[in-house]
């Protein structure tokens, strides 16, 4: 089975330019979620979707992030314009049921 | 607020010997617990997690975790800790909706030969 798709892997841009990541869920798994991991911290839920539904979006600053999943699959991660604090690992997971499936992350450096 | 708390930055220990990483929980209702594990460069392997049952909780590479209650507690416990399992570990709830997941701040573990 394969896992959870991301790209790209690093990115490094500098502030106030605009950057995008993509995530490819595992097949059949309804659920997509957005982390952003700073750090020395944990992972921070940013998005969650449902299909291509948003389930909760609270903690996204929806000033300068947006996210989609229009056909209920893939999803992109947009931030613009970017802060040096968004300086972080950018995780995307999948599930089915109660069990979230990660993928190895896009690390961006805001300089 | 829903939080999840891992007081220990680091924990060593010798190859051979028996190892714990503690994490409690501040979540209304009765959460779903997990363990993960996070290599450098890698995303998070799910390790294990409890739902509901037995307290003892059985997981991959010979890693168990106890849930109490009571101390609203799910420690990561593994009898003979590997050189291999040096990694950073992260307890996870989930939230009070019962939908994504509240990680706690990580949990270095470095096993010494």
């Known amino acids: 089975e394969a896992g959870v798709a991301q790209s790209p892997r690093y990115k490094i841009i500098e502030k106030r330019q605009s950057v995008a990541f993509w995530c490819n869920p595992i097949?059949?798994?309804?659920?997509l979620y957005w982390y952003q991991q700073i750090l020395g911290q944990g992972p921070k839920l940013l998005i969650q979707?449902?299909?291509?539904?948003?389930?909760?979006d609270s903690q996204l600053p929806k000033d300068r992030f947006s996210a989609e999943r229009l056909k209920g699959v893939d999803s992109t991660l947009k931030i613009q314009p970017a802060k040096l604090e968004d300086s972080a690992v950018y995780l995307c997971?999948?599930?089915?049921?109660?069990?979230?499936?990660f993928g190895p992350g896009t690390r961006l450096t805001v300089l | 607020a829903q939080s999840v708390a891992q007081p220990e930055d680091q924990v060593n220990v010798a190859e051979g010997n028996p190892l714990t990483v503690k994490c409690t929980y501040s979540v209304s209702g009765n959460p779903y617990l997990f363990w993960y594990v996070q290599y450098p460069n890698r995303g998070l392997q799910f390790l294990l997690k409890?739902?509901?049952?037995?307290?003892l909780v059985k997981g991959s590479y010979g890693f168990e975790a106890e849930f109490n209650k009571s101390q609203t507690s799910f420690h990561l416990k593994k009898p003979s800790a590997l050189v291999s399992d040096s990694a950073l570990y992260f307890c996870?709830?989930?939230?009070?909706?019962?939908?994504?997941?509240?990680f706690g701040k990580g949990t270095t573990l470095s096993v010494s030969s």
């Open positions: 997971a999948s599930s089915l049921d109660n069990e979230q499936f």
């Open positions: 409890y739902i509901t049952g037995d307290n």
């Open positions: 979707f449902q299909n291509n539904g948003v389930v909760d």
């Open positions: 097949s059949g798994h309804a659920t």
């Open positions: 996870a709830s989930t939230n009070q909706a019962g939908t994504a997941l509240i």
